[in-house]
């Protein structure tokens, strides 16, 4: 059965550093997102992409994210000077078609900031 | 209040049981309803889309209710296995866009 992947499982950063996370969607989706999940706390939407843009992003994707679709399979989550609270759970996900159809999630990549 | 509700829990059932969950939606012009399950530290897999006329998969029934926003799921002859927590996720509306919104879920304990 296809899945999404996700890279690395765990990536601990210091405070201010730039950081990749990186996502393998199901290879005929079309639709990409980024969801964060503090721990203990809701899964919480970031982004959505389609088409090489970006369509709908909520307030916590400020300037700070980015998202590009380097190739034809990776989708990837920048964080540019990460700080404290960015420690999360982070969970990419992928649809074949639009927002109103299911989302297929990655493991996740726990991230840990200093 | 907020976006969307669940009553976290702990649903503590016997195996065998018959247990259902409520998720409350506060915006009538919501789309698109899902459940999800989410195991402990791990990603949230999807259980099934959600519709007016409801729909089931084996065990599992969810419905809609426009009328009164909320979306429900039910789940029969529970299974430890079933042990979990429950999100729903409403697409609410946002500036033109829908936003994928989760509730912070609803824990379920199956025990022999």
């Avoid at chain 1, 405070?15 to 990749?20: K, L, S, T």
């Avoid at chain 1, 420690?87 to 074949?96: E, K, T």
């Amino acid at each position: 059965e296809p899945e999404v992947t996700q890279t690395p499982s765990h990536q601990v950063t210091q405070m201010g550093q730039e950081v990749i996370l990186r996502c393998v969607p199901i290879s005929n989706h079309l639709y990409f997102y980024w969801y964060r999940q503090i721990l203990g706390q809701k899964v919480e939407f970031l982004v959505s992409f389609y088409n090489n843009e970006i369509s709908e992003k909520s307030e916590i994707f400020d300037d700070q994210f980015s998202v590009e679709r380097p190739d034809g399979s990776n989708f990837t989550l920048k964080i540019r000077s990460t700080k404290l609270e960015d420690s999360a759970m982070y969970f990419c996900a992928s649809s074949g078609r639009d927002r109103s159809y299911e989302q297929y999630f990655g493991p996740g990549t726990r991230l840990t900031v200093t | 209040r907020k976006e969307v509700e669940q009553d976290p829990g702990p649903f503590n059932v016997p195996e065998g049981a018959t247990v259902a969950f409520n998720c409350t939606y506060s915006n009538s012009a919501s789309q698109s309803f899902f459940w999800y399950r989410q195991d402990c530290r791990k990603e949230p897999k999807l259980l099934m889309s959600v519709y007016s006329s409801g729909n089931e998969d084996g065990r599992f029934t969810a419905q809609l209710n426009r009328a009164s926003q909320y979306i429900s799921l039910l789940i029969r002859d529970s299974k430890l296995s079933d042990s979990a927590t429950y999100l729903c996720v409403v697409n609410i509306p946002l500036g033109g866009s829908y936003i994928p919104t989760f509730g912070r879920g609803t824990s379920l304990i199956v025990h022999p």
